[in-house]
Each structure stands twice: as C-alpha cells, then as structure tokens.
T-cell receptor, first 112, second 116 residues
Framework: GDSVTQMEGPVTLSEEAFLTINCTYT??????LFWYVQYPGEGLQLLLK?????DKGSNKGFEATYRKETTSFHLEKGSVQVSDSAVYFC???????????FGTGTSLTVIP | NAGVMQNPRHLVRRRGQEARLRCSPM?????VYWYRQLPEEGLKFMVY????????ESGMPKERFSAEFPKEGPSILRIQQVVRGDSAAYFC??????????????FGSGTQLSVL
C-alpha cells in the first residue's frame, strides 16, 4: 500500500543553518505530495505541496521538489529561524484524493 | 470562514468511562478524517467519513471505537470504556468534495484525551 517514510528526529540546528528533512514515498499511480507543519499545541497546517513530477513546492523559504525517479520529496530551507521550531510531516494523497498518508513526523528545534 | 472546530480541547476521563470527541468541518466540506497522535509515534489514520457514510475505518480499533458523521451536526468519535492507552491527541481534518487529487486537508486544533 501507499506509505511515506521520513527522517527520524529530533533535529537540532543553530539559527541560520541549512535544513534538510528527508522524505521518500511508496505509491501506486501518481500521488500528490505535501509537507505539513505542527507548532506546539496546534493542529497541522499545510506548508507546501506538489502535484506532479518535477514540481517544486515553496513557502516561507521552505522548498521541496517532487522527484519521481527517486520517489522523494525532501524538505529544505537555506537559513532556519527560531520560529521554525516545530514538527514537520511529509504526506501523500492517493490519486483519488480521498486518502492521505502521513510520515511519523520530524521534530525540529532551532537554537539562537 | 471558521476553520475546523474540535471540542473539547481537553478531555479527562477515568478508566471505563466514555469519551465523545466532536468535530465540525469547515463550511462546505463533506469529508472528515480522524487521526490519533501519540508521543514519538506520529500521526495515525483512524477513519475517513463522508456525510452519513464511513468510507474507510481500517485504522480504527474494532472494539470500543466508533465514528459517525450525520447529515446534520458534527462528526463524533466515540470511545467506550476508555483505558489509559487511549490517552492521546485526536485530530480531525476536513476536505472539500473529492474529485481532484490536489485537495489538501484542513486540521482542527485537536482534543487531548487524558485517561486517569
């Protein structure tokens, strides 16, 4: 079945460091791919998405490129801030758009 | 335009009691999903409902757990005879009518269930 595997945390970085959180997926057909972010005490919010191969999703300085050849959707940011501290979830939706699969989440802490 | 509303925000129950978690999806959304989040375990799918129908309940325990999404009113996740292992954050998410695979999920702020 469809699934998402993401890099285990926790990840701790200094402010202005480069961030990469790896995500790979297994899917039949052509899923859409998402990164969601969860701030402490809140629900998940969509950070970015990509709907087809080679698409790049971007938002708030974060980017991820849909790589069909490597079945990956790694999240990157060139310079993290303390306010980026949160849990990040990689997810995919099946081709019908009815079912969503989430990774286990990666906790990021950015220290000043 | 109100977002996904979940209540209560915090729910405390003693072992053996019943827990009812409510979720009102965003206006115009007819699809509701329930997820459970345990520390160190990420987000686990429980059930997917459309109005008056359960579409996929493959992630929900067969006993003590049930969910509904009536024609009128919120979706309800019901846990009977709660045990300590049911303590977790329960998140509801909604999406508009499907038909396109590009739709995203809109999440509520969750209900933190604590079983004493």
């Amino acid at each position: 079945g469809d699934s998402v595997t993401q890099m285990e945390g926790p990840v701790t970085l200094s402010e202005e460091a480069f961030l990469t959180i790896n995500c790979t997926y297994t899917a039949t057909g052509y899923p859409s791919l998402f990164w969601y972010v969860q701030y402490p005490g809140e629900g998940l919010q969509l950070l970015l998405k990509a709907t087809k191969a080679d698409d790049k999703g971007s938002n708030k300085g974060f980017e991820a490129t849909y790589r069909k050849e490597t079945t990956s959707f790694h999240l990157e940011k060139g310079s993290v801030q303390v306010s980026d501290s949160a849990v990040y979830f990689c997810a995919l939706s099946d081709p019908t758009g009815n079912q969503f699969y989430f990774g286990t989440g990666t906790s990021l802490t950015v220290i000043p | 335009n109100a977002g996904v509303m979940q209540n209560p925000r915090h729910l405390v129950r003693r072992r053996g009691q019943e827990a009812r978690l409510r979720c009102s999806p965003m206006k115009g959304h007819s699809h509701v999903y329930w997820y459970r989040q345990l520390p160190e375990e990420g987000l686990k799918f429980m059930v997917y409902l459309q109005k008056e129908n359960i579409i996929d309940e493959s992630g929900m325990p067969k006993e003590r757990f049930s969910a509904e999404f009536p024609k009128e009113g919120p979706s309800i996740l019901r846990i009977q005879q709660v045990v300590r292992g049911d303590s977790a954050a329960y998140f509801c998410a909604s999406s508009p009518n499907s038909g396109t695979r590009n739709e995203k999920l809109f999440f509520g702020s969750g209900t933190q269930l604590s079983v004493l």
